[in-house]
Nanobody, 116 residues
Framework: QVKLVESGGGLVQPGGSLRLSCQVS????????MNWVRQAPGKGLEWIAVIISSGDSTYYADAVKGRFTISRDNAKKTVDLQMTNLKPQDTAVYYC?????????WGRGTQVTVSS
């Protein structure tokens, strides 16, 4: 059974930092690209970052480029999202996502609220 479990969300003031983590089980983690996707209140899903299977390359949405860093540990089967200089518009539920030939896999998400 494939399982993705996000953690690390919470309430943070503007300009603050948070580190999200996603623990993956049930699939060959080291062969899959991993994404972070978010959904702000009342809005659709927004892709924000991806890391390739080896971890050598990463890509970011313009909205988070320079502030967020995605990383992975293939031995631990985790993918992290370090978020800095957070803004109120970063408030959202954050999901990790991956896919293989058998389907798409999502976690349940972790809430990030940026507010003073």
């Amino acid at each position: 059974q494939v399982k993705l479990v996000e953690s690390g969300g919470g309430l943070v003031q503007p300009g603050g930092s948070l580190r999200l983590s996603c623990q993956v089980s049930g699939l060959t983690f080291s062969s899959g690209w991993m994404n972070w996707v978010r959904q702000a209140p009342g809005k659709g899903l927004e892709w924000i970052a991806v890391i390739i299977s080896s971890g050598d390359s990463t890509y970011y949405a313009d909205a988070v480029k320079g502030r967020f860093t995605i990383s992975r540990d293939n031995a631990k089967k985790t993918v992290d999202l370090q978020m800095t200089n957070l803004k109120p518009q970063d408030t959202a539920v954050y999901y990790c996502h991956t896919e293989d030939i058998q389907g798409n896999y999502w976690g349940r998400g972790t809430q990030v609220t940026v507010s003073s």
